[in-house]
C-alpha cells in the first residue's frame, strides 16, 4: 500500500536558480520515508538507532521532471516493494499540486540490512518486513 506524505516547498530547498536543488528531492523523499514508518507504527527512535541491525541505502536514482519552486505544494507518494529477505526498495513519486496534480520527480532507493557488528546481510526486522510486504 502506498503512503502519502504532503509538504510546502521552502527557501532552504532551493538552489540560487530558485528552484528545488537536486539532492534535496532525496531529503524530502527522505522526510516522507520517516513519515510512512511512524504511520506504520515503527518507532522512529529505535529504527536510526543501533541495536544489532542498520538498513543504510544502497542505492538511489532519480528523475526530475518539472521544477519545483518555494511556496509550491507537493504530495509525495511513497510505495515499498521488497526486493529479498534483507533488502528493498522505495518507490517516490512527487506531485506537483495545483489545478492539475503533475508528476516533478521519480524516485528510488534501495535499502538493504545489515548486521552491524560484522556488516553482513541480515534478515529484515519483524515489523519493516511487514510494512514493506503490506505493499
Known amino acids: 500500500m502506498s503512503f502519502s506524505y504532503q509538504r510546502t516547498i521552502h527557501f532552504a ?28 507504527g515503527i518507532p522512529l527512535g529505535t529504527f536510526f538507532a543501533d541495536h544489532g541491525v542498520i538498513v543504510p541505502v544502497a542505492k538511489s536514482e532519480a528523475s526530475y521532471l518539472r521544477p519545483l519552486a518555494c511556496g509550491d505544494k507537493v504530495r509525495v507518494e511513497v510505495t515499498p516493494k521488497a526486493l529479498s529477505e534483507n533488502s528493498y526498495a522505495l518507490d517516490f513519486v512527487i506531485w506537483k499540486q ?8 521519480v524516485v528510488r532507493t534501495e535499502h538493504v540490512c545489515i548486521a552491524s557488528q560484522t556488516r553482513e546481510r541480515t534478515a529484515l526486522p519483524a515489523n519493516l518486513a511487514m510494512w514493506v510486504r503490506s505493499a
Open 98 to 105: 495545483g489545478p492539475a496534480e503533475k508528476r516533478a520527480a
Open 13 to 40: 530547498d532551493t538552489d540560487a536558480a530558485g528552484i528545488v536543488f537536486f539532492a534535496n528531492y532525496l531529503a524530502i523523499c527522505h522526510e516522507a520515508y520517516e513519515e510512512a514508518l511512524a504511520a506504520a
